[in-house]
């Protein structure tokens, strides 16, 4: 029998809590992002190392025989039918830089749906989760979205690609976007801009170019909060396009985005 989403939402809430403190009480307090060196980055990459390491471990310990899927390269196919998704830091850059926006992203999926979600994001003292049929909460208090913000009045969040060949286009579809509502923000954590719509923080979020593991977490907890999550023209949501509102707004917002889209995009 499948194990009960609460009971991985308490695991995955312990391991996340573990890598946080780890990721905040570790974080060297010189890091100069100015150096020329290389240095600043490698710390980060292995502070991101040193938190998915520390996250396995501690889901191992209790649960061995399950899959796990991370960004820093943890893969275990497992026999269980329950899979972790890892994102040991979602918001590098921003860890890099000493700013707060960025999560420990965990998701356990059970036979390949997301059941139980926590996105933790300890320098802001916040923590988002959710369990499927269970409802999102942001600090243990419910979370529950109405209906969405008219388009020319939303404020969207969006993010772009590391990848060079990726941000040209995304900044044209950004230009298209940018007259048609309120105003954008780029605050630098995919998971966290999907909580933030949960969380009314903003209206709606769209990237294309994310990874599983920067949304698997947080998509739970758009959904669970009443967020329509998905992807480009009835797709799931997908490397393609994450896009996530509450209705009308998600409707409107992706026929801009589907307009706005280049025909050809780079692989
Ligand atoms: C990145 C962040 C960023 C998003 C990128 C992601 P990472 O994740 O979520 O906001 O725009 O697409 O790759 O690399 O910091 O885990």
Request: glycine content about 10%.
């Amino acid at each position: 029998t499948a194990p009960a989403p609460a009971d991985l939402l308490d695991l995955a809430l312990r391991a996340a809590r573990a890598a946080g403190r780890f990721l905040v009480q570790e974080r060297p307090a010189d890091l100069d992002v100015a150096a020329t060196k290389t240095s600043p980055t490698d710390v980060v990459t292995a502070m991101d190392r040193g938190s998915e390491e520390l996250v396995v471990r501690t889901l191992r310990a209790e649960r061995p025989d399950d899959g796990v899927l991370g960004e820093e390269g943890a893969a275990a196919t497992g026999s269980t039918g329950v899979r972790w998704v890892v994102d040991p830091i979602d918001g590098t850059v921003n860890y890099l830089y000493g700013l707060p926006e960025w999560a420990v992203s965990i998701a356990a999926e059970v036979d390949g749906e997301v059941v139980a979600s926590v996105v933790a994001a300890p320098a802001l003292g916040e923590t988002w989760t959710a369990t499927r049929g269970g409802g999102a909460h942001l600090d243990g208090r419910p979370l529950r979205r109405g209906r969405g913000a008219d388009l020319g009045q939303a404020l969207v969040a969006t993010g772009f690609s590391y990848e060079a060949r990726h941000r040209a286009l995304q900044a044209q579809v950004a230009a298209q976007v940018l007259p048609r509502v309120r105003d954008l923000r780029r605050a630098g954590s995919a998971a966290l801009d999907l909580c933030g719509v949960a969380g009314g923080r903003h209206d709606a979020y769209f990237e294309r170019g994310t990874h599983h593991w920067d949304v698997a977490a947080a998509a739970l907890v758009a959904r669970e909060a009443g967020v329509r999550v998905g992807g480009l023209r009835g797709a799931p949501e997908s490397e393609e396009l994450v896009l996530a509102a509450a209705d009308p707004l998600f409707d409107d917002l992706h026929a801009l985005l589907d307009a706005a889209w280049p025909a050809s995009w780079p692989a």
